[in-house]
């Protein structure tokens, strides 16, 4: 369906929603609804493709984060009731603020339930794939939880009574108690006058809503798995959404007027705070996307620079980033959490491919150097976690700007040219390890046996996990290893300039091999090499997805950017390595590089 071309969207505040608003002229506003948690993390590039398809199509349209998701605050009510609230807040804005004559919600999985039942009055509705009841929800996201979120052993993450986690995102007790009373089948009334449904077993649903007199369509989602499910390499339902816009926009109300309605004069003008904290979106560079979040109180003068883990927006896995940095403008530093092209809301890279595990994502990195520069926010301290850890590694040995990295799970130093990432990121847990784990188990062997799994498709694992072994061991070999130059002999240099990293591993993360590949299996000549402390975070997940982690992280944070601040000094000897004060010390003379700190 050809339209006009849509306007670059805008951020706006909804009262503790944060949101994407691009205008239109026609007169009918188009609110998207996402789901929760790990699922809409799943699907927010191509929810983004469908906002874009709709205004592209000359209707208004605004996409949102729930309140206590993404870049939103958290809400002062509880997270349900909060989010039906959001919900009207945002059919309110298209019609106060849009001029929208008529209102379309498009929601999805939870998002679906959740429109249906906000009790907003809406000209039309769409449900991809939605809940019957909140205890689906509940029972579905209990089942995902134990395949989702693992330990290093492959054990499911411990859950904490009363609470649910899914993808390193909390359903807290209330928000399980919110959901148990959600049901679409029991209102008397329709949500919408026409209603599109897409998913499977939608046909009772269908009949319900005939009854109380809607104009329903039904049809299939086939697309949903990959929608939902892979937070990495998801691909947007392109047939799906021609078929949503088509319905969202059909017989939209033509425009009579210019729009008059007032949009903010630029990114910097939408601003979100807190007691503690102020945020201000900003675009730059090829086409990026951050948000700075600086303290209310007095800035002590440092600021982290925050890049992507994998493909997950900049609020970070399970929003972690977002509240890391509001917990740093507490302590009184400044972050700046950030989109890498191809990620979240910033424009896509050159050739359409991910920014993972690529060493020209660097500029990405510089670009946003160079925009906290021009802001007088010049960071000392660049954090990553996994891919992340691996592309600010990278930036820190090629940008002098940067005096310290705090490197998390950092998979790998390097990455071959050639190299198939999405092969080895999904056989980065699938190892020679973990197949000789599972075969002393006998779940292995049943597999075979049953012809679940192939021995091919084991070989060809263990055969590509001692190829990383001997790539590891050539790596710290001069004019063998990418570049020519051993990660030693970068951190040689590194040293020279008084710039450090700081790693931090949980305890059996596959990310040590590579230490020890690279720097040798002592953690006490690694410390030497790098200037910090390796530490070793016992009892956590990859992701370090609990409350308790992500402490542990911003006392590591905090403290490696006070050090950095100290390096300033010139009676402070920069090849110190300072421990973090809230991790045991271990011993040794305090001028020493800590080994390694268990904590």
């Known amino acids: 369906m050809a339209g006009p071309i849509a306007a670059e969207p805008v951020p706006v505040v909804l009262g503790d929603a944060f949101g994407w608003y691009s205008p239109g002229a026609r007169r009918r506003g188009v609110l998207l609804c996402g789901t929760f948690g790990f699922e809409q993390w799943c699907a927010y590039r191509s929810w983004r493709e ?10 208004p349209t605004l996409r949102f984060d729930y309140p206590g998701q993404g870049d939103s605050r958290d809400p002062a009510d509880p997270e ?16 106060e603020q849009a001029g929208a004559e008529e209102i379309v919600v498009v929601g999805l999985r939870l998002g679906a339930t959740l429109a249906a039942l906000s009790g907003g009055s809406v000209d039309r509705l769409v449900m991809l794939a939605p809940f019957l009841t909140g205890k689906a929800y509940r029972r579905e996201m209990a089942m995902q939880s134990r395949l989702i979120d693992m330990m290093p052993d492959r054990t499911p993450l411990p859950q904490e009574p009363d609470t ?7 359903l807290g007790s209330q928000t399980l108690a919110d959901l148990a009373r959600l049901d679409l089948m029991a209102p008397e009334r ?39 499910s892979d937070p990495l390499f998801p691909r947007t339902p392109g047939q799906t959404f021609a078929l949503v816009r088509d319905f969202a926009v059909a017989q939209a109300p033509a425009p009579v007027a210019p729009l008059s309605a007032p949009l903010p004069a630029s990114l910097a003008s939408c601003r979100l705070a807190d007691a503690a904290w102020q945020e201000e979106v900003s675009q730059f560079g090829p086409g990026l996307v951050g948000i700075l979040c600086r303290p209310r109180g007095p ?26 940095g509001r917990r740093l403008a507490e302590a009184g530093i400044a972050s ?14 050159p050739d359409g491919s991910l920014p993972l595990y690529t060493v020209d994502a660097v500029a990405d990195v510089q670009a946003a150097l160079g925009h906290l520069e021009a802001r007088q926010h010049t960071p000392c301290v660049v954090l990553g976690v996994c891919s992340g850890a691996f592309l600010a590694f990278q930036a820190i040995c090629r940008d002098e700007r940067l005096s310290a990295a705090v490197l998390v799970n950092l998979y790998c130093f390097d990455v071959e040219p050639g190299t198939d990432i999405e092969t080895m990121i999904r056989d980065s847990f699938r190892g020679e390890v973990s197949y000789a784990e599972r075969a002393r188990q006998g779940d292995l062997w049943r597999r075979i046996l049953g012809g679940e799994l192939g021995v091919g498709k084991i ?14 061991w050539t790596a710290r070999i001069p004019g063998l290893a990418p570049g020519g130059e051993t990660v030693a002999r970068r951190l040689s240099r590194l040293r020279r300039r008084g710039a450090r990293i700081h790693l931090v591993y949980g305890q059996g993360d596959r990310g040590i091999a590579a230490l020890a590949a690279n720097l040798g299996k002592s953690h006490e000549g690694a410390a030497r090499k790098l200037g910090y402390p390796v530490t070793i975070l016992d009892g956590v997940d990859h992701n370090l997805s609990r409350a308790a982690d992500q402490e542990r992280l911003f006392a590591i944070v905090r403290d490696a950017v006070e050090d950095a601040r100290r390096s300033r000094n010139p009676e402070h000897e920069a ?9 045991p010390d271990p011993g040794g003379p305090p001028s020493a590089p800590v080994a390694a700190v268990r904590a």
């Open 190 to 228: 329709a949500p919408a006058p026409r209603i599109l449904i897409l998913g499977p077993k939608v046909d009772t649903l269908a009949e319900r809503y005939r009854a109380l007199g809607s104009a329903v369509e039904t049809g299939p989602l086939p697309d949903l798995t990959q929608l939902v």
């Open 80 to 95: 349900i009731p909060a989010a039906l609230a959001a919900i009207r807040a945002g059919i309110a804005y298209l019609r």
């Open 164 to 170: 649910l986690m899914v993808g390193s995102f909390l």
């Open 459 to 472: 070989l060809r694992a263990v055969g590509r996990d001692a190829r990383a072994r001997v790539t590891a």
């Open 575 to 583: 090849g110190l390595a300072i421990r973090p004060r809230d991790v």
């Open 50 to 59: 469908l906002a874009a398809m709709i205004a592209g199509a000359g209707c």
């Open 336 to 349: 700046f959490r950030f989109d890498l092209r191809g990620i979240g809301d910033s424009a896509e890279r």
């Open 299 to 324: 800035w002590s003068g440092g600021t982290v620079l925050m890049v992507n883990s994998g493909r997950n927006p900049r609020a970070g896995h399970g929003r972690q980033t977002a509240r890391l």
